[in-house]
């Protein structure tokens, strides 16, 4: 008799167990952040620490350059730009969509700017604050210009690099004047020379000036 009623138990036990369990939907309010016998919350906040070690102070886009990518960073790509007055200026009209070549008004292709000129760190600043503004912000707070680093505090903060482009890549997206009849074009950026840093110079040859050189025409 014992073992009868162990048996109905167990299958009334193993029933309940398999019967249909009731569900709902959750609810964020069912949860909570925060312990409930804290009564005071502060709303959260998020740290980020940009990476200042030397390695950002490379040069952005390290793979050969493609008219089909698009590089990012203080320079619209899909902008043209003219160069007077050590600045470039874009061009007030209408862009297309995606990168591509310039007239000669305007002949600097924002794409090419951004391949040839940013480091990895201004790419990240570009990201968090969109550049440092050059001119004051309007009653907004928005920035209509902006300018690269042109203050460093020493040597650490700069490197000697080099980029290069083809001589086809180069045509209608650059000054026609700094191309070269055959050749590749190449971009340096001379960190070490405290009279460069801040910039980079335009070459028909892979030469860069010296850390000692005035300017850019010093090896011709």
Not at 37 to 55: E, H, M
């Amino acid at each position: 008799m014992r073992r009868r009623t162990f048996a109905i138990l167990g299958w009334l036990l193993a029933a309940a167990l398999l019967g249909p369990i009731e569900t709902r939907a959750q609810f964020l309010s069912d949860y909570t952040s925060t312990p409930p016998f804290i009564s005071n919350t502060v709303a959260p906040n998020i740290l980020l620490l940009l990476d200042n070690s030397g390695s950002m102070n490379n040069r952005a886009y390290q793979t050969a350059f493609n008219t089909a990518t698009t590089y990012y960073g203080l320079f619209d790509p899909t902008e043209c730009y003219s160069y007077s007055s050590n600045r470039f200026q874009p061009d007030s009209s209408a862009n297309s969509a995606t990168p591509g070549t310039c007239g000669a008004s305007y002949p600097w292709s924002g794409n090419l700017l951004n391949y040839a000129s940013m480091r990895r760190i201004d790419t990240a600043k570009w990201v968090m604050t969109g550049g440092i503004c050059s001119v004051a912000r309007d009653g907004s707070g928005n920035c209509t210009r902006f300018k690269g680093q042109d203050s460093f505090s020493g040597s650490a903060c700069c490197r000697d690099q080099t980029q290069s482009v083809t001589n086809a890549q180069a045509t209608g997206r650059m000054d026609a004047t700094y191309i070269p009849a055959g050749g590749d074009v190449f971009f340096h950026m001379v960190g070490s020379n405290v009279n460069l840093r801040g910039n980079f110079c335009v070459d028909n040859d892979s030469t860069a000036p010296g850390s000692g050189d005035a300017d850019c025409t010093a090896d011709g």
